[in-house]
């Protein structure tokens, strides 16, 4: 299981709401709530996040074995 917890750690240590994730970078509320719940989202949306938090891949999803 893929589960982007660690996608909410380095938003609050860099000091990026969910409110400037919308309004500023233009994600959606429902990409939010896929991340949330940890759904499948597309390598092109990883790599917008990475860009915008300024990360690396690990630091957005972590591979969790079921």
């Excluded at 970078?25 to 719940?37: E, N, P, Q, V, W």
């Excluded at 690396?56 to 999803?61: A, C, P, Q, T």
Aim: aromatic share 10%.
């Amino acid at each position: 299981m893929i589960s982007y917890e660690p996608f909410y750690k380095t938003l609050k240590s860099r000091g990026i709401t969910t409110y400037k994730l919308i309004n500023t970078y233009g994600i959606s509320r429902s990409l939010l709530d896929r991340l949330k719940h940890n759904k499948p989202i597309s390598t092109v949306t990883l790599n917008d996040l990475c860009k915008i938090c300024g990360c690396k891949v690990e630091d957005v999803l972590v591979y969790i074995e079921e």
